[in-house]
Each structure stands twice: as C-alpha cells, then as structure tokens.
C-alpha cells in the first residue's frame, strides 16, 4: 500500500545545512511530490535560542507510519546529530516531524503553529485542506 505523508522540517543550528541534508536524505527513503518554500520562524518556548528555518514536503511511501518514524529518527540522530534526550524547545540539528498520514492530521503541531499550516497549504490541494480542518 502506498501511504501519502507529510513532513515537517524544522532547524537552528545550521540550518540552511541540516535542512539541505535533510530534504537529501529523505529523498533517498521516500518519494517526494513537493515541498514548500522554506521560511524563517522565531524559536517557540525558549526563545534565547537562533531562529529556525521550516519547510513542509509531501511524500509517498510503502513504509507504515510506525516504520517511517523510525526511519526519520535514524535520519535525525544517526545522520544529522541531534540529541536524543533534547528539550522540546530546545536548538537542534533538525526536526522531522509526521504532520499529515493518509489524510489525517496526526501531529498537534499542525493547529498550534501557524506557519505549519501555511507552509502545507503549499503542498496540498485546498479541498485536502479543507477537510482536514473539518476532522
């Protein structure tokens, strides 16, 4: 089965590094359809930190979501040096995090930040985002 997903991308240290590496990275994994443009967000919750640079992809794979966790994370610890006892808040390599699996929003990320929102209604359709705000 093909599973379609969305990704959001998220670092401040290095960011326009670990960013490219990351969109590299992912590519090799997955198939990715298109990516927003990339923006600059103030941290959120500490913000004595430098600001993130933020991109959302849409992707297809044959990976189940429990899978591509896994999969992601070995990106960010294994590839791209993030810590694994990381705050939240805190500065990090990247962040890669699954907003959208098969329709369904299955991250609170995407109704607590704005420019999550903004940046997926890039990649996707508006009737796919019209009903995702109505679930």
């Given at each position: 089965?093909?599973?379609?997903?969305?990704?959001?991308?998220?670092?401040?240290i290095?960011p326009?590094?670990?960013?490219?590496?990351?969109?590299?990275?992912?590519?090799?994994?997955?198939?990715?359809?298109?990516?927003?443009?990339?923006?600059?967000?103030?941290?959120?919750?500490?913000?004595?930190?430098?600001?993130?640079?933020?991109?959302?992809?849409?992707?297809?794979?044959?990976?189940?979501?429990?899978?591509l966790k896994?999969?992601?994370?070995?990106?960010?610890?294994?590839?791209?040096?993030?810590?694994?006892?990381q705050?939240?808040?805190?500065?990090r390599?990247?962040?890669?995090?699954?907003?959208?699996?098969?329709?369904?929003?299955?991250?609170?990320?995407?109704?607590?930040?704005?420019?999550?929102?903004?940046?997926?209604?890039?990649?996707?359709?508006?009737?796919?985002?019209?009903?995702?705000?109505?679930?």
């Amino acid at each position: 089965m093909i599973n379609e997903v969305v990704i959001g991308i998220g670092s401040n240290i290095d960011p326009e590094g670990n960013v490219a590496s990351a969109l590299e990275l992912i590519g090799k994994y997955l198939t990715v359809d298109r990516r927003s443009r990339i923006i600059r967000t103030a941290p959120i919750g500490n913000p004595n930190q430098p600001d993130f640079l933020n991109c959302a992809l849409l992707a297809r794979t044959r990976l189940e979501i429990d899978e591509l966790k896994q999969c992601l994370g070995r990106l960010e610890h294994d590839h791209l040096g993030r810590e694994a006892s990381q705050v939240k808040t805190s500065a990090r390599t990247i962040d890669l995090d699954i907003i959208i699996w098969n329709g369904k929003i299955v991250h609170q990320d995407y109704r607590e930040r704005r420019f999550l929102r903004e940046l997926i209604s890039e990649i996707l359709p508006p009737e796919t985002i019209s009903r995702l705000e109505a679930v």
